[in-house]
Structure formats: structure tokens, C-alpha cells
């Protein structure tokens, strides 16, 4: 996909070709004639050295003159494959030869004119070490045309026309003369795209599943003639481990929603509005800010600058691992990069229990807890809309989603008829799922000591039996000698 930002085939080769047909079309012979009336030519093959370099803000734009540049500073591009054609002309030691040649390159459309003429595949090459390739040509007129460039290019050099070997022409300061190793510095607008990881702000440690992603994607410097047509970039997520934030939940949060900026190469802020750009889902997994004709518009002046593309992400589950992959896609004419980051979550399993004489811990349902970032307790927590956590049966609660780092863990109602702990304890959250050594904390609870209430039965009954019948005997007695004394008297 990488094709000219314009869709052109063709351009002024002059300028494509950094000046270098210009002064092909404009040769005069050189001083040394031979009976054809062209300045001598000598051997029969030279080279062509082709240095492949981004364009820049400050890239040179002079025409090139077919020789090396000397202390050239571009940044080179390596993996550029040229391929280089042979134009079918009468010999380039006869006259009849140059003046196909500048027929050629004064045609409406040099590069159709050179086809028409016939061309013969000699060879290609490839750029490395710096952008740089070369290639050993007998004398001829070559169309040289860039074949394939790495996915960050915007757009493909147009095809240019040189002559092995190349003439200096009666304006250079070493006047006509031969170049027998021509040198062409094409250049290619490229754009690059980074993503990262933003550190959560305060209101967003609040929320241990939040992650907020940064995607930036650079605006290409373009050549004279060429458009910014398209303006894309996505984030793309596993729909099953994140979900994105809408900006109504953002706000209900009190955290900032995902959002789109603009900087010039100098740096300095473009002035971005609503009409210049739609940020929306694609699917499940995708997050886009596409830019309009407006937009487009901006960019184009603020070519060398960047656009950043910050994405708010939920986390819904979590690999084992806890590492979780999140890419991002841009879009640039017809250039499409991606590339990816990570981050890593973790979670937090609490096992609430009671020790027996007969089992070391058995489990308690009921208990509650919540989790702070501080010891005091004032920054509570919350993840997937909750902040306070129940153990259920089997005395486990799982907190889903944490970031990495240490918190403090309080216990805020006991189980039924155990006592209430209410201690603020530090725990270690690690990457990945909690596991029976890992992401785990146990947290004992002692029963409500009883105490002893007057017996009911026993000993006591026994005593009050005992003391009801030695009244019944006394009675029994005293009535006795009250009847024995009464017949004595009688």
C-alpha cells in the first residue's frame, strides 16, 4: 500500500529526481567531441548509487547535480527496493541517442513517453546501511522506479529518468563534463507510531481497573504537489479482557474521557475542534478518531508534528499471566503501521476463616471488606462499580481487577457471632490471577467468647429435693410429739 500520496504515476522529473533530468534535458556537448558530434564519452558502464532518505522539515530542496552530496545528514531508509529499467534509445555516444533522450524528458508525460520507447528490466536494488544501494549500469537512459518501501513510508517516490552516464551541463562549476557514478537522494515522507502506558492520575487510582492507553502517530512532511488524504488511528483491544469507557461513564467517574490533540513539528498545540475529527467504536474492539476534510486540512500545516490519541480502557478479565496486549493501527495515506503494548493487572483473593480444635481453618461467609490506598483509609477503592466485598461460601471474596502495587485491606462487618477485625492490613498485589500462594490473604476471626448463666438442672435440683424433704420430716415429726403430748395430759 504504500503508493504516491497523490495516486500520480508521473510528476515533473525534475523535481522527483532532485534536478537531475533538468540537466539531462539541457546537456550541451562536452568540450572533447568525437565524430558524432557528442564530448567523449569513455569506457562503457558506470554507476548509479541511490541515497534513500526520509523527508523532513529541514530537508534540502535544491535540485541534485548527479554527484555525491558531501557531509549529507538525511536519515536514511533501509529495505527501499528500485527497480531499474532500460529505455530503449539509439546509443548514448551518438547524437541521435541524446536527442531521444530530451525528447523524452520534454514529453507531456516523460515517464509514458520512456515506456512507449520500450523498456528492458536490468535489474533491482535495495537500500541498507543507511538508505544506500547501487548498482553497475552499462551507458543508457534508465526509468528507476521505487518498488517496495517499509510500512512507515506515506508514499512512494515518483519514477524517475538518469542517464549512465550523467552530463554536468554548461551551468555547473566543473562544466561539461561525464559523471561516470551518479548519485540521486529521493526522498520519502514517512510517518511512525508509538503506544504506550499513561500513569493512572489520582482520581483514577480510585479505580483499580482503569488503564488509560497513549497512541501517537506522526504527521508525514509532504513534498510540493502531494495531499494528507487520510488521517486514521485505532486502538484495538481483546473485547474479552477490556472494555472502553464511554465519556458519560468517564464523567461519572470524575476521570477524563479518551481525547485527541495535535502538535506542530515545533511542537506547539494545533487548534483541534469537534468539526475536525469523530472519535467512535468500530465493532467490539476497536476505538477510532478518523479526521475529517477540516481536519486533514490542519494536519497539512503541522506537517513533522503528531497526533495523540489517549484511550480510557476497563479491565473485564485477566489472562493468568495478568500481562494484557492492547494494539494500535494508523492509517496515513496509504501507509498502515501497527504496533502493540502491554500492561499487567492482578487481583486480590481474601480467605476469612475460624480456627477449631478439630480443623485449622474453617471457612466464614459473611464477613465484608473494603480496600484503600492508604493505611488511614480515607482513599477507598473501587473496581467494576464496587467497593466493599462479601466472602460468600467458602469464605472467599476475589477483588477482579487491581493495578500491581500495594493496598490496605479492612474488614468492615464480622460473620454472624465472631469479632470484628477491623485492622488495616498491607497486601501485595502482583501481575496475574490470585492463586493459593499468590495474590492471597487469610484473615482470621475469633468467635464471641460466652460465659457461664445459672444451672438449670443437676446438682441443684438434687439440693432442692433433699431440703424439701427434711422439711416434710420435721413437720411429720413435730406433729407427732404434738399428739403424744396431748394424750398425756388427757
Same mark, same amino acid.
Given at each position: 500500500?504504500n503508493?504516491?500520496?497523490?495516486?500520480?504515476?508521473?510528476?515533473?522529473?525534475?523535481?522527483?529526481a532532485?534536478?537531475?533530468?533538468?540537466?539531462?534535458?539541457?546537456?550541451?556537448?562536452?568540450?572533447?567531441?568525437?565524430?558524432?558530434?557528442?564530448?567523449?564519452?569513455?569506457?562503457?558502464?558506470?554507476?548509479?548509487?541511490?541515497?534513500?532518505?526520509?523527508?523532513?522539515?529541514d530537508?534540502?530542496?535544491?535540485?541534485?547535480?548527479?554527484?555525491?552530496?558531501?557531509?549529507?545528514?538525511?536519515?536514511?531508509?533501509?529495505?527501499?527496493?528500485?527497480?531499474?529499467?532500460?529505455?530503449?534509445?539509439?546509443?548514448?555516444? +551518438? &547524437? *541521435? %541517442?541524446?536527442?531521444? =533522450?530530451?525528447?523524452?524528458?520534454? @514529453?507531456?508525460?516523460? /515517464? $509514458?513517453? !520512456? +515506456? &512507449? *520507447? %520500450?523498456?528492458?528490466? =536490468?535489474?533491482?536494488?535495495?537500500? @541498507?546501511?543507511?538508505? /544506500? $544501494?547501487? !548498482? +553497475?549500469?552499462?551507458?543508457?537512459l534508465?526509468?528507476?522506479?521505487?518498488?517496495?518501501?517499509?510500512?512507515?513510508v506515506?508514499? !512512494?517516490?515518483?519514477?524517475?529518468?538518469?542517464?549512465?552516464?550523467?552530463?554536468?551541463?554548461?551551468?555547473?562549476?566543473?562544466?561539461?563534463?561525464w559523471?561516470?557514478?551518479?548519485?540521486?537522494?529521493?526522498?520519502?515522507?514517512?510517518?511512525?507510531?508509538?503506544?504506550?502506558?499513561v500513569?493512572?492520575?489520582?482520581?483514577?487510582?480510585?479505580?483499580?481497573?482503569?488503564?488509560?492507553?497513549?497512541?501517537?502517530?506522526?504527521?508525514?512532511?509532504?513534498?510540493?504537489?502531494?495531499?494528507?488524504?487520510?488521517?486514521?488511528?485505532?486502538?484495538?483491544?481483546?473485547?474479552a479482557?477490556?472494555?472502553?469507557?464511554?465519556?458519560?461513564?468517564?464523567?461519572?467517574?470524575?476521570?477524563?474521557?479518551?481525547?485527541?490533540?495535535?502538535?506542530?513539528?515545533?511542537?506547539?498545540?494545533?487548534?483541534?475542534?469537534?468539526a475536525?475529527?469523530?472519535?467512535?467504536p468500530?465493532?467490539?474492539?476497536?476505538?477510532?478518531?478518523t479526521?475529517?476534510?477540516?481536519?486533514?486540512?490542519?494536519?497539512?500545516?503541522?506537517?513533522?508534528?503528531?497526533?495523540?490519541?489517549?484511550?480510557?480502557?476497563?479491565?473485564k478479565?485477566?489472562?493468568?499471566?495478568?500481562?494484557?496486549?492492547?494494539?494500535?493501527?494508523?492509517?496515513?495515506?496509504?501507509?498502515?503501521?501497527?504496533?502493540?503494548?502491554?500492561?499487567?493487572?492482578?487481583?486480590?483473593?481474601?480467605?476469612?476463616?475460624?480456627?477449631?480444635?478439630?480443623?485449622?481453618?474453617?471457612?466464614?461467609?459473611?464477613?465484608?471488606?473494603?480496600?484503600?490506598?492508604?493505611?488511614?483509609?480515607?482513599?477507598?477503592?473501587?473496581v467494576?462499580g464496587?467497593?466493599?466485598?462479601t466472602?460468600?461460601?467458602?469464605?472467599?471474596?476475589?477483588?477482579?481487577?487491581?493495578?500491581?502495587?500495594?493496598?490496605?485491606?479492612v474488614?468492615?462487618?464480622?460473620?454472624?457471632?465472631?469479632?470484628?477485625?477491623?485492622?488495616?492490613?498491607?497486601?501485595?498485589v502482583?501481575?496475574?490471577?490470585?492463586?493459593?500462594?499468590?495474590?492471597?490473604?487469610?484473615?482470621?476471626?475469633?468467635?464471641?467468647?460466652?460465659?457461664?448463666?445459672?444451672?438449670?438442672?443437676?446438682?441443684?435440683?438434687?439440693?432442692?429435693?433433699?431440703?424439701?424433704?427434711?422439711?416434710?420430716?420435721?413437720?411429720?415429726?413435730?406433729?407427732?410429739?404434738?399428739?403424744?403430748?396431748?394424750?398425756?395430759?388427757?
Amino acid at each position: 500500500m504504500n503508493t504516491s500520496i497523490s495516486k500520480r504515476v508521473t510528476a515533473a522529473i525534475g523535481a522527483l529526481a532532485l534536478g537531475i533530468l533538468g540537466a539531462v534535458a539541457v546537456t550541451a556537448p562536452a568540450s572533447a567531441t568525437t565524430p558524432n558530434g557528442i564530448g567523449e564519452i569513455t569506457g562503457q558502464s558506470g554507476s548509479l548509487t541511490i541515497h534513500k532518505y526520509e523527508r523532513t522539515a529541514d530537508s534540502p530542496l535544491d535540485p541534485g547535480t548527479g554527484e555525491k552530496i558531501p557531509g549529507f545528514t538525511g536519515i536514511g531508509l533501509d529495505g527501499v527496493e528500485f527497480t531499474i529499467q532500460k529505455v530503449n534509445t539509439p546509443a548514448l555516444t +551518438t &547524437t *541521435a %541517442g541524446w536527442d531521444a =533522450v530530451e525528447a523524452i524528458a520534454d @514529453a507531456a508525460d516523460p /515517464v $509514458a513517453a !520512456a +515506456t &512507449t *520507447a %520500450g523498456l528492458t528490466s =536490468v535489474t533491482t536494488v535495495t537500500t @541498507a546501511n543507511g538508505g /544506500v $544501494a547501487t !548498482a +553497475t549500469l552499462p551507458y543508457a537512459l534508465y526509468l528507476v522506479t521505487e518498488t517496495k518501501s517499509p510500512s512507515t513510508v506515506t508514499d !512512494a517516490a515518483e519514477p524517475f529518468l538518469v542517464t549512465i552516464p550523467f552530463p554536468t551541463g554548461p551551468d555547473a562549476e566543473n562544466p561539461n563534463e561525464w559523471i561516470y557514478d551518479v548519485h540521486v537522494y529521493p526522498k520519502n515522507a514517512v510517518t511512525d507510531l508509538q503506544k504506550t502506558v499513561v500513569a493512572p492520575t489520582a482520581a483514577e487510582l480510585a479505580y483499580g481497573d482503569l488503564v488509560r492507553w497513549q497512541i501517537v502517530a506522526d504527521v508525514p512532511v509532504l513534498a510540493d504537489g502531494e495531499e494528507l488524504s487520510e488521517f486514521v488511528v485505532r486502538d484495538q483491544v481483546d473485547p474479552a479482557q477490556l472494555g472502553f469507557v464511554t465519556d458519560a461513564q468517564a464523567t461519572a467517574f470524575g476521570v477524563a474521557p479518551s481525547a485527541v490533540t495535535a502538535t506542530t513539528a515545533a511542537d506547539a498545540p494545533v487548534a483541534l475542534v469537534a468539526a475536525d475529527y469523530s472519535i467512535a467504536p468500530v465493532g467490539a474492539n476497536e476505538y477510532a478518531v478518523t479526521f475529517t476534510e477540516a481536519g486533514l486540512t490542519k494536519l497539512a500545516g503541522a506537517q513533522g508534528g503528531a497526533v495523540t490519541f489517549t484511550v480510557l480502557t476497563q479491565v473485564k478479565a485477566i489472562p493468568a499471566n495478568g500481562v494484557i496486549e492492547n494494539d494500535a493501527i494508523s492509517v496515513v495515506n496509504d501507509s498502515e503501521l501497527t504496533t502493540s503494548t502491554t500492561t499487567t493487572v492482578g487481583q486480590l483473593r481474601v480467605l476469612k476463616y475460624a480456627k477449631t480444635d478439630t480443623n485449622p481453618e474453617v471457612p466464614l461467609k459473611g464477613a465484608k471488606f473494603k480496600l484503600f490506598l492508604d493505611e488511614a483509609g480515607t482513599k477507598p477503592v473501587t473496581v467494576a462499580g464496587a467497593s466493599e466485598w462479601t466472602t460468600a461460601d467458602g469464605g472467599q471474596l476475589t477483588i477482579p481487577a487491581l493495578r500491581p502495587g500495594t493496598y490496605w485491606l479492612v474488614e468492615t462487618a464480622a460473620p454472624a457471632g465472631y469479632v470484628l477485625d477491623g485492622a488495616a492490613r498491607q497486601v501485595q498485589v502482583a501481575a496475574g490471577r490470585a492463586t493459593t500462594t499468590v495474590n492471597i490473604v487469610k484473615v482470621e476471626n475469633e468467635q464471641v467468647p460466652a460465659w457461664e448463666l445459672p444451672l438449670t438442672g443437676g446438682d441443684g435440683a438434687l439440693w432442692f429435693g433433699v431440703g424439701g424433704a427434711a422439711l416434710v420430716a420435721i413437720t411429720v415429726g413435730a406433729a407427732a410429739l404434738i399428739a403424744r403430748r396431748a394424750k398425756a395430759n388427757a
